[in-house]
């Protein structure tokens, strides 16, 4: 067992903190206000390697592990925060999912641009009453000709507003084994969007509706049966999630140390007192613990899927330890760190978020229960017993 870096990925993160530091610090705390995606980060990061980590290189990507990708998002989000939603959207998401089970056509149509940096897709999944439940989700593919027609709506996508393409889950018949997933352009006949709102976070959502949409063989993804599929490769969306909330935490972290050796009150400074130490020891504790479970899950899944487990373990933990060290850290800065001239004041509503999206803090735990006790717990009420 060993617990350094490579010398490769040694490399690796050097060079990606000096591309963040040349070209992405300046703006750092804009960028967080903008509410809109970073389409100069995304262009800059495409001609640097820096979308695609994860993807082949007969795919158009880097060829990389998920633990690169972890790099990268660790090291991008030291310097700009809001950056390293441009790792996750290149390496994690719904662009990993397509790279994984899209045919060659689709690959060489709907990622070239993606991995450019040009066009964003985004994962269409949580509707109105499906959300930790996701599998109850309602929208139809109903077979129409060769294709299908898609009728339902979908809410809370991030990315709504400026992606090109959803990669939406649909229920082409019933229960779990009926949900597949298909591909829509955002300038499909039958696609509208409402009210654009924002999440606390300042990124914006709005509710996507399909009426009736066409969909050609062409755009179908994964026909029924596919869920599992789709859920494997959502394990890798969830840990550039914990990967986000841990390069979060530690942006904070490190704010509020040099915040606490400069920062004088009663004649100290903030790091002579006791009080204050401990904030610091409690949070080391916290980020050392959530770096270890992240690389555990990310190293053993390599070029793979991660394990469902040991990704449940991981973003639970790194989700908790990126909320509860961006608060402490918000603490420490004092009315500095609540203002919105902070960059973690921002980190702060970010890491929120993580504990909601991408399969929430409880549902995780239930997952890892799950594991502990070696059973499936059905969060579903037993059956009423017929007369
Ligand atoms: C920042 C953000 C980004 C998101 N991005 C996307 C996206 O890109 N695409 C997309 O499709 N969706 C997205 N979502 C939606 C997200 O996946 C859902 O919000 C999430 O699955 C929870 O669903 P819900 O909000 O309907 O809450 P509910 O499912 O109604 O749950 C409410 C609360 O009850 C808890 N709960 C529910 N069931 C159980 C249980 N069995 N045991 C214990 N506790 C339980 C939940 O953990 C939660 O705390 C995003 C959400 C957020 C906040």
């Not at 914990?242 to 790091?271: C, I, M, N, P, Y």
């Not at 613990?289 to 992240?294: D, F, S």
């Not at 449940?312 to 402490?328: H, L």
């Not at 919105?340 to 735990?365: P, Q």
Request: hydrophobic share 45%.
């Amino acid at each position: 067992m060993d617990f350094t870096f490579s010398d490769d990925q040694r490399l690796f993160k050097d060079s990606v903190l000096g591309f963040a530091a040349k070209t992405l610090a300046k703006d750092a705390l804009a960028r967080a206000h903008a509410g809109t995606f970073p389409w100069d980060v995304a262009r800059l990061m495409a001609k640097n390697g820096l979308l695609g980590i994860t993807i082949a290189e007969k795919d158009g990507g880097q060829g990389g592990t998920l633990m690169d990708a972890v790099i990268a998002i660790e090291a991008i989000a030291s310097v700009c925060p809001r950056s390293a939603d441009v790792v996750q959207f290149g390496s994690f998401g719904p662009i990993r999912v397509l790279a994984e089970f899209g045919t060659a056509e689709q690959k060489a149509r709907i990622l070239k641009p993606l991995l450019a940096g040009q066009a964003l897709i985004a994962v269409a999944m949580t509707e109105p009453d499906a959300g930790s439940a996701v599998t109850e989700l309602k929208t139809t593919a109903t077979a129409d000709g060769e294709g299908y027609r898609i009728n339902g709506s979908k809410i809370f996508t991030s990315h709504g507003p400026e992606a090109q393409w959803f990669l939406a889950y649909v229920r082409f018949g019933k229960g779990v084994d009926g949900i597949g997933s298909v591909l829509i352009e955002r300038t499909a006949r039958g696609f509208s969007a409402g009210k654009q709102t924002p999440f606390m976070s300042g990124d914006s959502w709005m509710p996507l509706f399909f009426d009736d949409i066409y969909v050609g063989p062409e755009n179908v993804l994964l026909r029924e049966g596919g869920f599992k599929k789709q859920i494997a490769g959502f394990n890798v969306e969830r840990i550039g999630n914990a990967a986000r909330s841990l390069g979060l935490g530690q942006f904070a972290f490190d704010a509020a140390k040099a915040h606490a050796l400069t920062r004088k009150q009663f004649g100290r400074t903030l790091a002579d007192f006791q009080g204050i130490q401990w904030k610091f020891a409690d949070m080391k504790m916290q980020l050392d613990a959530a770096r270890l479970l992240l690389y555990r899950a990310a190293t053993n899944a390599d070029r793979g899927f991660p394990d469902a487990a040991e990704t449940a373990v991981a973003k639970a933990y790194c989700n908790r330890a990126g909320f509860e060290v961006t608060s402490e850290a918000l603490q420490v800065l004092g009315g500095a760190g609540y203002s919105t001239d902070s960059l973690v004041e921002y980190c702060f509503r970010r890491t929120r978020g993580w504990l909601i999206a991408g399969g929430s803090a409880e549902i995780m735990k239930n997952r890892i229960a799950e594991t502990v006790f070696e059973r499936r717990f059905s969060q579903r009420p037993a059956k009423a017993d017929k007369d």
